[in-house]
Protein backbone atom coordinates (compact mmCIF):
# COMPACT_ATOMS: atom_id res chain seq x y z
CA UNK A 1 0.00 0.00 0.00
CA UNK A 2 1.15 3.73 -0.29
CA UNK A 3 1.00 4.19 4.35
CA UNK A 4 4.13 5.98 3.86
CA UNK A 5 3.27 9.03 1.20
CA UNK A 6 3.09 11.61 2.93
CA UNK A 7 2.24 14.28 0.00
CA UNK A 8 0.42 13.52 -3.76
CA UNK A 9 2.05 15.03 -6.97
CA UNK A 10 0.63 17.83 -8.65
CA UNK A 11 -2.55 17.09 -10.92
CA UNK A 12 -2.99 20.31 -13.42
CA UNK A 13 -5.97 18.91 -15.53
CA UNK A 14 -9.14 20.91 -15.81
CA UNK A 15 -11.23 18.47 -17.53
CA UNK A 16 -12.00 15.23 -15.19
CA UNK A 17 -12.63 11.78 -17.40
CA UNK A 18 -14.32 8.63 -16.04
CA UNK A 19 -13.00 7.33 -13.03
CA UNK A 20 -9.94 9.25 -14.01
CA UNK A 21 -8.98 9.40 -10.02
CA UNK A 22 -10.77 7.04 -8.38
CA UNK A 23 -9.27 5.44 -5.49
CA UNK A 24 -5.79 6.94 -6.14
CA UNK A 25 -4.66 7.58 -2.45
CA UNK A 26 -7.09 5.48 -1.10
CA UNK A 27 -5.75 4.16 2.16
CA UNK A 28 -2.46 6.38 2.19
CA UNK A 29 -2.98 6.88 5.97
CA UNK A 30 0.26 9.06 6.44
CA UNK A 31 -0.90 11.64 3.40
CA UNK A 32 -1.07 14.93 5.19
CA UNK A 33 -1.75 17.41 1.98
CA UNK A 34 -3.48 17.06 -0.72
CA UNK A 35 -2.62 18.15 -4.37
CA UNK A 36 -4.68 21.00 -6.08
CA UNK A 37 -7.75 19.95 -8.05
CA UNK A 38 -8.25 22.58 -10.83
CA UNK A 39 -11.04 20.82 -12.81
CA UNK A 40 -13.87 22.52 -13.71
CA UNK A 41 -15.59 19.91 -16.08
CA UNK A 42 -15.90 16.54 -14.35
CA UNK A 43 -17.07 13.16 -15.80
CA UNK A 44 -18.76 10.09 -13.66
CA UNK A 45 -16.86 8.61 -10.73
CA UNK A 46 -13.77 10.93 -11.33
CA UNK A 47 -12.76 11.55 -7.69
CA UNK A 48 -14.70 8.42 -6.20
CA UNK A 49 -13.09 6.95 -3.04
CA UNK A 50 -10.00 9.41 -4.26
CA UNK A 51 -8.96 10.15 -0.45
CA UNK A 52 -10.41 7.44 1.27
CA UNK A 53 -8.90 6.24 4.47
CA UNK A 54 -6.51 8.89 4.79
CA UNK A 55 -6.82 9.01 8.29
CA UNK A 56 -3.83 11.70 8.31
CA UNK A 57 -5.44 14.23 5.91
CA UNK A 58 -5.87 17.65 7.70
CA UNK A 59 -7.43 19.81 5.00
CA UNK A 60 -9.35 19.21 1.43
CA UNK A 61 -8.29 20.75 -1.67
CA UNK A 62 -10.81 23.27 -2.99
CA UNK A 63 -12.86 22.13 -5.76
CA UNK A 64 -14.40 24.40 -7.72
CA UNK A 65 -16.73 22.84 -10.29
CA UNK A 66 -20.42 24.45 -9.95
CA UNK A 67 -21.70 21.52 -12.66
CA UNK A 68 -21.72 18.35 -11.02
CA UNK A 69 -21.57 14.88 -13.16
CA UNK A 70 -22.98 10.62 -11.24
CA UNK A 71 -20.61 9.86 -8.95
CA UNK A 72 -18.05 12.34 -9.05
CA UNK A 73 -16.95 12.85 -5.30
CA UNK A 74 -18.85 9.85 -4.12
CA UNK A 75 -16.74 8.57 -0.88
CA UNK A 76 -13.84 10.98 -1.76
CA UNK A 77 -13.23 11.80 1.80
CA UNK A 78 -15.26 9.11 3.50
CA UNK A 79 -12.87 7.96 6.85
CA UNK A 80 -10.40 10.94 6.70
CA UNK A 81 -10.65 10.86 10.73
CA UNK A 82 -8.14 14.32 10.88
CA UNK A 83 -9.73 16.36 8.66
CA UNK A 84 -11.33 18.88 10.27
CA UNK A 85 -12.44 21.45 7.60
CA UNK A 86 -14.13 20.32 4.55
CA UNK A 87 -14.02 22.94 1.32
CA UNK A 88 -16.05 25.12 -0.46
CA UNK A 89 -18.78 23.03 -2.87
CA UNK A 90 -20.17 26.13 -5.23
CA UNK A 91 -22.01 23.88 -7.29
CA UNK A 92 -25.80 24.51 -7.68
CA UNK A 93 -26.20 21.87 -10.88
CA UNK A 94 -26.32 18.38 -9.25
CA UNK A 95 -25.91 15.22 -10.37
CA UNK A 96 -27.01 11.36 -9.18
CA UNK A 97 -24.74 10.03 -6.09
CA UNK A 98 -22.39 13.20 -6.69
CA UNK A 99 -22.06 13.86 -2.89
CA UNK A 100 -22.97 10.43 -1.41
CA UNK A 101 -20.76 9.48 1.58
CA UNK A 102 -18.22 11.86 0.79
CA UNK A 103 -17.63 13.00 4.46
CA UNK A 104 -18.76 9.91 6.08
CA UNK A 105 -16.78 8.89 9.32
CA UNK A 106 -14.94 11.80 9.15
CA UNK A 107 -15.04 12.31 12.86
CA UNK A 108 -12.93 15.33 13.44
CA UNK A 109 -15.21 17.61 11.31
CA UNK A 110 -16.88 20.30 12.99
CA UNK A 111 -18.13 22.51 10.30
CA UNK A 112 -20.22 21.64 6.64
CA UNK A 113 -19.93 23.75 3.78
CA UNK A 114 -22.40 25.43 2.28
CA UNK A 115 -24.49 23.72 -0.06
CA UNK A 116 -26.56 26.34 -2.11
CA UNK A 117 -28.68 23.89 -5.00
CA UNK A 118 -32.10 24.40 -5.06
CA UNK A 119 -32.83 21.27 -7.08
CA UNK A 120 -31.40 18.10 -5.24
CA UNK A 121 -30.94 15.05 -7.43
CA UNK A 122 -31.14 11.06 -6.42
CA UNK A 123 -28.93 9.81 -4.04
CA UNK A 124 -27.06 13.27 -4.19
CA UNK A 125 -26.52 14.12 -0.16
CA UNK A 126 -27.39 10.31 0.81
CA UNK A 127 -25.07 9.55 3.98
CA UNK A 128 -22.78 12.92 3.38
CA UNK A 129 -22.08 13.61 6.74
CA UNK A 130 -22.42 10.27 8.24
CA UNK A 131 -21.26 9.37 11.76
CA UNK A 132 -19.05 12.70 11.66
CA UNK A 133 -19.39 12.51 15.23
CA UNK A 134 -18.05 16.60 15.93
CA UNK A 135 -20.26 18.50 13.15
CA UNK A 136 -22.28 20.70 15.75
CA UNK A 137 -24.00 22.55 13.06
CA UNK A 138 -25.84 21.23 9.50
CA UNK A 139 -25.85 23.63 6.44
CA UNK A 140 -28.70 25.37 4.95
CA UNK A 141 -30.90 22.97 2.87
CA UNK A 142 -32.88 25.56 0.67
CA UNK A 143 -33.99 23.28 -2.38
CA UNK A 144 -37.69 23.10 -2.95
CA UNK A 145 -37.24 20.47 -5.54
CA UNK A 146 -36.19 17.03 -3.90
CA UNK A 147 -34.74 13.78 -5.54
CA UNK A 148 -35.71 9.79 -4.18
CA UNK A 149 -33.30 9.32 -1.51
CA UNK A 150 -31.59 12.71 -1.72
CA UNK A 151 -31.31 13.56 2.28
CA UNK A 152 -31.30 9.49 3.16
CA UNK A 153 -28.99 9.25 5.75
CA UNK A 154 -27.58 12.51 5.45
CA UNK A 155 -26.68 13.03 9.14
CA UNK A 156 -26.70 10.02 10.53
CA UNK A 157 -24.70 9.31 13.75
CA UNK A 158 -23.54 13.04 14.32
CA UNK A 159 -23.91 13.08 17.97
CA UNK A 160 -22.74 16.81 18.45
CA UNK A 161 -25.13 18.06 16.00
CA UNK A 162 -27.49 20.21 17.60
CA UNK A 163 -29.98 22.17 15.17
CA UNK A 164 -31.35 20.80 11.76
CA UNK A 165 -31.68 23.22 9.13
CA UNK A 166 -34.77 24.20 7.55
CA UNK A 167 -36.52 21.81 4.74
CA UNK A 168 -38.61 24.10 2.52
CA UNK A 169 -40.02 21.62 -0.11
CA UNK A 170 -43.70 21.27 -0.08
CA UNK A 171 -44.14 18.14 -2.49
CA UNK A 172 -41.77 15.33 -1.19
CA UNK A 173 -39.47 12.30 -3.00
CA UNK A 174 -39.70 8.90 -1.82
CA UNK A 175 -37.09 8.23 0.98
CA UNK A 176 -36.23 11.67 1.06
CA UNK A 177 -35.72 12.25 4.69
CA UNK A 178 -35.61 8.78 5.77
CA UNK A 179 -33.26 8.17 8.94
CA UNK A 180 -31.68 12.22 8.05
CA UNK A 181 -31.18 12.64 11.72
CA UNK A 182 -31.09 8.93 12.91
CA UNK A 183 -29.16 8.68 16.46
CA UNK A 184 -28.13 12.62 16.45
CA UNK A 185 -28.78 12.42 20.05
CA UNK A 186 -27.76 16.29 21.07
CA UNK A 187 -30.01 17.18 18.62
CA UNK A 188 -33.37 19.55 20.81
CA UNK A 189 -35.17 21.21 17.75
CA UNK A 190 -37.08 19.57 14.65
CA UNK A 191 -37.14 21.68 11.54
CA UNK A 192 -40.59 22.93 10.47
CA UNK A 193 -41.86 20.22 8.01
CA UNK A 194 -44.40 22.35 5.22
CA UNK A 195 -44.77 19.40 3.41
CA UNK A 196 -48.37 18.65 1.83
CA UNK A 197 -47.47 15.80 -0.86
CA UNK A 198 -46.06 12.99 0.55
CA UNK A 199 -44.86 9.80 -0.63
CA UNK A 200 -43.66 6.37 0.20
CA UNK A 201 -41.27 6.17 3.30
CA UNK A 202 -40.76 9.69 2.75
CA UNK A 203 -40.09 10.86 6.84
CA UNK A 204 -39.26 6.77 8.06
CA UNK A 205 -37.30 6.75 10.65
CA UNK A 206 -35.92 10.76 10.65
CA UNK A 207 -35.58 11.66 14.10
CA UNK A 208 -35.17 7.77 15.60
CA UNK A 209 -33.23 8.01 18.36
CA UNK A 210 -32.50 11.72 19.15
CA UNK A 211 -32.92 11.40 22.73
CA UNK A 212 -32.82 15.04 23.56
CA UNK A 213 -35.36 15.85 20.87
CA UNK A 214 -37.92 17.62 23.09
CA UNK A 215 -41.06 18.93 20.53
CA UNK A 216 -42.12 17.16 17.27
CA UNK A 217 -42.90 19.27 14.75
CA UNK A 218 -46.29 20.16 13.06
CA UNK A 219 -47.48 17.31 10.30
CA UNK A 220 -50.17 19.02 8.09
CA UNK A 221 -50.49 16.80 4.94
CA UNK A 222 -53.72 15.45 5.19
CA UNK A 223 -53.57 12.38 2.19
CA UNK A 224 -50.31 10.10 3.50
CA UNK A 225 -48.09 7.41 1.65
CA UNK A 226 -46.92 3.42 2.76
CA UNK A 227 -44.79 4.14 5.83
CA UNK A 228 -44.03 7.69 5.29
CA UNK A 229 -43.94 7.96 9.08
CA UNK A 230 -42.66 4.95 9.89
CA UNK A 231 -40.46 4.96 13.01
CA UNK A 232 -40.14 8.57 12.72
CA UNK A 233 -39.89 9.70 16.74
CA UNK A 234 -38.83 5.65 17.63
CA UNK A 235 -36.50 6.80 20.88
CA UNK A 236 -36.90 9.83 21.13
CA UNK A 237 -37.05 9.57 24.85
CA UNK A 238 -36.89 12.97 25.72
CA UNK A 239 -40.63 14.16 23.34
CA UNK A 240 -43.11 15.23 24.93
CA UNK A 241 -46.86 15.62 23.38
CA UNK A 242 -48.60 18.84 24.37
CA UNK A 243 -52.01 18.06 25.79
CA UNK A 244 -54.96 19.40 23.89
Known sequence: GCTSLTTGPELPATTAAFYCYQSMFQG??????????????????????????????????????????????QSMFQGCTSLTTAPELPATTLADYCYYQMFAGCTSLTTAPELPATKVKYVCYKSMFQDCTSLTTAPELPATTLGESCYDYMFKGCTSLTTAPALPATTLATYCYREMFYMCTSLTTAPALP??????????????????????PELPATTLAVKCYAGMFQGCTSLKISAT
Open 195 to 216: ATTLKNNCYQSMFQGCTSLTSA
Open 28 to 73: CTSLTTAPELPATTLNYNCYESMFSGCTSLTTAPELPATTLADYCY
